[in-house]
């Protein structure tokens, strides 16, 4: 079967770093995505990784290991408006997009 | 500006009643989805069209049925056969071309009484 595991929920302080890790076991693999979701709200798109490799995008940075099936989500400078929920989506063979739980990210000042 | 609509943004219906969501997209995407999403948990497909009057099941498709007549519209039906249809709705849109990124619109929560 495929499956993403990501953490269920985490806690970082504000202004602090934070990595949040997601492995996936999929039927091939077309590239990794990370969103971002406020409660109540759409998901929004963070970034994508195809190749093996880190990602930066201002704060946020994202990295890839194909052959181990792992990827990260690196957060820096943390504020409070990052307090959301993070999810990690894996396009497999058919270009479908297999969606992990997400991890529940809480910042304290 | 392009983008995806889906309305209402909350929807109550007693139980019992066949309720229809809108989505509608202005970004020339080829596929739409529908997901859904309840408290602490992931999104699940419900269904998803990558061609006008074409459409394939998801995960949880039953007591669900969907339409897709234009291009730019996949309305869902939520009938009284799902079970528990109290949920956050998302609906999504996507090209073709590998490269899948998924936008969705703002989602429409409902709750049936």
């Known amino acids: 079967g495929q499956n993403i595991d990501q953490p269920t929920e985490m806690t970082a302080t504000e202004g602090a770093i934070v990595q949040i890790n997601c492995t996936y076991q999929?039927?091939?693999?077309?590239?990794l995505f990370w969103y971002q979701q406020h409660a109540g709200e759409a998901p929004t798109f963070l970034s994508y990784?195809?190749l093996d490799g880190l990602e930066e995008k201002g704060r946020f940075s994202s990295f890839l290991s194909r052959s181990k099936g792992y990827s990260y989500l690196l957060l820096k400078e943390l504020q409070m408006k990052d307090s959301a929920s993070y999810l990690c989506?894996?396009?497999?063979?058919?270009?479908?997009?297999?969606w992990g739980a997400g991890t529940k990210l809480i910042i304290k000042p | 500006d392009g983008g995806i609509t889906q309305s209402p943004k909350y929807l109550f219906r007693k139980e019992g009643q066949n309720v229809t969501l809108s989505c509608e997209q202005n970004?020339?995407?080829?596929?739409m989805y529908w997901y859904r999403q309840d408290p602490g948990q992931g999104l699940r497909l419900i269904y998803y069209?990558?061609?006008?009057?074409?459409?394939q099941k998801g995960d949880i498709a039953e007591g669900y049925s969907v339409s897709r007549e234009k291009k730019e519209s996949f309305p869902l039906t939520v009938t009284s056969a799902q079970k528990n249809p109290t949920a956050f709705y998302l609906c999504?849109?996507?090209?073709?071309?590998?490269?899948?990124?998924?936008?969705f619109g703002p989602g429409t929560r409902l709750t049936v009484l």
């Open positions: 999504a849109s996507s090209g073709l071309d590998g490269y899948n990124e998924q936008f």
């Open positions: 970004l020339n995407h080829d596929a």
């Open positions: 069209s990558q061609i006008v009057n074409d459409f």
């Open positions: 990784n195809v």
């Open positions: 989506a894996v396009t497999d063979s058919n270009y479908q997009l297999i």
């Open positions: 999929t039927s091939g693999f077309n590239g």
